[in-house]
Every structure is written in C-alpha cells, then in structure tokens.
C-alpha cells in the first residue's frame, strides 16, 4: 500500500483550511485518512502550521512520500531537515504575536477614563458649555454704535467738500 502525507482540504469556499494527513494514496483528497497529524490555515497572517512533529518523523521512517505542498510546509518547520540529517532543522516557521488580554486592556481604559476625569476637576461638565446670547439690549447697542462708526466717516468727507 503506498501511503502519502497530504493535505486535506476543509472550510468555506475562498477560505482553505487544511489538515495534514496521512493517507492510501489511492483514496480521494476528502476520504479517510489513516491518521492526521497537522494542521495548516494558509489565509491567517502569518499562516497557522501546527504539525505533530514526533508522528511526521515515524511516517517519514516508515516510507510514507509527502506530496510538494506538504514537503514546503515540512521544510517550514524543520522536520524535511531533520528526516534528511541536513542543517537548519529548526526552521523558518513564523509565530503570530499573541493577542493582548481583553481584561488588561479594559483595565488599562479603565484607569485612563479615570485619570481624565480627575484632571478635568471634581463636579466640572465633560462637554463645554454654550456661551450665553447677547441680550437684546446689548445687541442694539452694538449696532447703534456701528451706525454711528459709519455715518462719521461720511459727515467728515461732507465737511471737508463744503470748506474747499
């Protein structure tokens, strides 16, 4: 029986998803797997191998051929190198950086929204008030003393046409 190392494809349509399994060759890319050892999501960033290393070493010994995408994904992760005895057996896997704690983060909003509001000062609005409309009897005034900036210029010119 030949048996090979593939990739079984899962999820949604433009979203692969794929285990590593290991496989007659003869069954169809869906069917049975003898054994799955891995997984790899290729549209993560960076992308998602999980491989199980020790069993990808025992079906590598005992003859199992790994198809070409299978043999890159080994070779990200060191386990080609390893089988082979050839240097560079740690990899060139990436790791994602871990996702920062929901509940620090809260915390951490927390304390600034805190922070803020003490140096705003005790009892203070957080928003800053309308600026009070002139009354009305301010507003005349202002316009009555604009009327009369106005009309000065034009008793001055009248005056100075009337010497000459």
Same mark, same amino acid.
């Not at 169809?28 to 290393?53: C, F, Q, T, V």
């Not at 950086?97 to 929204?113: G, Q, R, S, V």
């Not at 003490?118 to 008030?129: C, F, L, M, V």
């Given at each position: 029986?030949?048996?090979?190392? *593939?990739?079984? *494809?899962?999820?949604?349509?433009?979203?692969?998803?794929?285990?590593?399994?290991?496989?007659?060759? *003869?069954?169809?890319?869906?069917?049975?797997?003898?054994?799955?050892?891995?997984?790899?999501?290729?549209?993560?960033?960076?992308?998602?191998?999980?491989?199980?290393? @020790?069993?990808?070493?025992?079906?590598?010994?005992?003859?199992?051929?790994?198809?070409?995408?299978?043999?890159?994904?080994?070779?990200?992760?060191?386990?080609?190198?390893?089988?082979?005895?050839?240097?560079?057996?740690?990899?060139?896997?990436?790791?994602?950086?871990p996702k920062p704690d929901k509940k620090a983060l809260y915390e951490a909003a927390l304390a600034a929204?805190?922070?803020? =509001?003490?140096?705003?000062?005790?009892? =203070?609005?957080?928003?800053? *008030?309308?600026?009070?409309?002139?009354?009305?009897?301010?507003?005349?005034?202002? @316009?009555?003393?604009?009327?009369?900036?106005?009309?000065?210029?034009? @008793?001055?010119?009248?005056?100075?046409? =009337?010497?000459?």
């Amino acid at each position: 029986m030949a048996v090979k190392i *593939r990739l079984k *494809r899962l999820g949604a349509i433009r979203n692969a998803q794929y285990r590593i399994v290991v496989m007659d060759s *003869r069954t169809k890319r869906d069917g049975r797997a003898i054994e799955e050892i891995g997984l790899y999501h290729p549209k993560e960033e960076p992308s998602l191998i999980k491989l199980d290393s @020790e069993r990808a070493q025992y079906w590598l010994g005992v003859g199992a051929q790994p198809t070409e995408q299978v043999a890159a994904i080994l070779k990200v992760t060191g386990d080609w190198q390893k089988f082979k005895g050839e240097p560079g057996a740690e990899g060139t896997l990436k790791v994602a950086e871990p996702k920062p704690d929901k509940k620090a983060l809260y915390e951490a909003a927390l304390a600034a929204a805190q922070n803020a =509001s003490d140096d705003a000062g005790k009892g =203070s609005a957080t928003t800053a *008030r309308k600026k009070a409309e002139p009354k009305a009897d301010e507003a005349k005034a202002a @316009e009555t003393e604009s009327a009369q900036a106005d009309e000065a210029p034009a @008793e001055a010119a009248a005056d100075t046409a =009337s010497e000459g």
